[in-house]
């Protein structure tokens, strides 16, 4: 009945996995949690994505996770007179605040937030890097530039300043809006894009309060500068790789997605990898051998997570291409030199008992052969400390939050039981028990480690590890 994987699968939902059979047969494929984007759709689709999750959930074997995409800002120029120009190389381009429509001497762009930040030398991309410009003077209203690769540019396309710090939030009221919408349907997890400091991360908290788990997505040179201060206030980060692709050299980027995965487990969070993970596989049935290798790579960096966009949300094969992410994390996580990578950058355990337990079940797991690590928690504290160690055996997860369980699908190895909590120590080894026998991670006979807070229902009191024998009767 479990994943015979620990890495996660998010999968967004868009017109090509919109109806609750297709979410079904996705969650079917392997998607462990369902991300909603907020830059497409209007609150109503969202909210009938939402019921169609929640409706599907009702028959399926693991509480299933939610996570919204805030939009952000979009910085974008303005429209051109003939819809699109051609920009030569070498020629001058302006780009102003007049809304009069563009040609190919100039164009608006109707922020002066960027304006204000520019110097001279600095680089301003176009159309996701297509087109790139060197600024050559800044005036109060307008930057004279000149092209360096040109193209053709059309209406409305994107802007990227890569090597300067935007006095932009993060958080558009159109992204506080949906915010609050989001929380009220009671997503699991929210995407926080166009983080540059640390302050848009404690803004989205205080907003936040609590109601969900903030995932803060790394697509901006900026946030690399402050990750440590990102990590320690965020409950998550997304490598967000489209956006690094644009504003830093793609040769970069890998180095990077591996020290973001690094530093996101060293500080104990939850790290999810995306972008262009199975892009192929938006026309086409199967993917190429590097995109595989791509999401092997991942898997191997002991990501928490694999996020697919376009392939399960606007793709031809959204299944499949599910598929193929379950099959190739579950074929890397069989691979000899998985486990020792996983464990190779285990956090340090703070000096706490919680730590120093979680830290134990798994060296007693391995010891003793158990067959499963058994865990109750109320909020998920404890659960992801046992996530943190990356034991070799399962981790059944027992809480009686059902939004903890919920939010917990996208945390590494993690397999969420929604239950009542336990009353007695001796009904806490039966229970444990009776969960890890029903989903089949241990058969008659075997032993499981549990790991417990006394006294019971006491959030954060995790002090209690014990081994446990299964027996027949613990199968009723």
């Known amino acids: 009945m479990r994943r015979q994987r620990s890495t996660r699968i998010v999968a967004t939902l868009g017109p090509a996995s919109a109806t609750i059979e297709r979410i079904r047969a996705l969650h079917k494929a392997g998607a462990d949690v369902f991300r909603l984007n907020m830059s497409h759709g209007s609150h109503d689709d969202v909210a009938a994505l939402y019921q169609a999750i929640r409706e599907m959930e009702k028959t399926a074997t693991w509480p299933v996770g939610v996570m919204v995409d805030l939009q952000g800002p979009k910085l974008r120029i303005g429209r051109f007179e003939e819809g699109s120009v051609t920009l030569r190389e070498g020629a001058a381009f302006r780009l102003d605040l007049d809304s009069a429509p563009g040609s ?19 680089t301003l991309l176009l159309d996701d890097g297509r087109i790139r410009l060197r600024v050559e003077d800044v005036g109060r209203d307008h930057v004279a530039t000149r092209v360096v690769v040109g193209g053709r540019l059309s209406d409305r396309k994107g802007v990227n300043v890569p090597h300067a710090i935007l006095p932009v939030e993060a958080m558009t009221e159109k992204d506080r809006i949906d915010l609050e919408f ?10 926080l894009s166009f983080v540059q400091r640390p302050q848009d991360v404690r803004d989205a ?11 803060a997505k790394i697509e901006k040179p900026a946030a690399i500068d402050s990750l440590d201060e990102i990590l320690d206030l965020a409950d998550g980060v997304m490598v967000a790789r489209g956006d690094l692709g644009v504003e830093l050299p793609l040769e970069e980027v890998p180095g990077l997605q591996k020290r973001i995965v690094r530093r996101a487990r060293a500080a104990g969070k939850t790290v999810v990898v995306a972008t262009q993970m199975l892009e192929s596989m938006i026309r086409a049935p199967i993917p190429t051998r590097a995109e595989v290798s791509d999401v092997a790579n991942a898997v191997f960096d002991g990501a928490d997570a694999v996020m697919l966009s376009g392939e399960s949300a606007v793709g031809d094969f959204p299944e499949e291409a599910v598929g193929v992410m379950d099959r190739v994390a579950r074929t890397v996580e069989d691979d000899p030199l998985y486990l020792g990578a996983a464990q190779s950058d285990l956090t340090i355990p703070e000096p706490t008992t919680a730590d120093a337990i979680s830290a134990a079940a798994r060296q007693v797991a391995d010891t003793v052969n158990a067959s499963a690590i058994v865990t109750y928690t109320t909020s998920g504290s404890t659960a992801i400390r046992a996530a943190r160690e990356r034991p070799k055996k399962p981790v059944l997860v027992l809480t009686p939050n059902l939004r903890t369980a919920r939010r917990l699908a996208l945390t590494w190895g993690l397999h969420c039981v929604h239950t009542e909590d336990a009353r007695s120590f001796q009904d806490m080894i039966d229970k444990a028990c009776h969960w890890a026998l029903r989903t089949e991670m241990v058969d008659v006979g075997g032993r499981i480690v549990i790991m417990a807070g006394m006294p019971f229902g006491s959030p954060g009191k995790t002090n209690t590890l014990r081994i446990a024998r299964v027996t027949s009767r613990h199968a009723r």
Do not use: C, Y
Request: proline content about 8%; glycine content about 10%; aromatic content about 2%.
């Open 182 to 191: 989001a929380l009220d349907l009671g997503v699991d997890w929210v995407a």
């Open 104 to 122: 190919t001497e100039r164009v608006q762009l109707p922020h002066p937030e960027i304006i204000s930040v520019l110097k001279p030398g600095l």
């Open 205 to 215: 908290r205080d907003l936040v309060n609590g109601r969900a788990g903030i995932i």
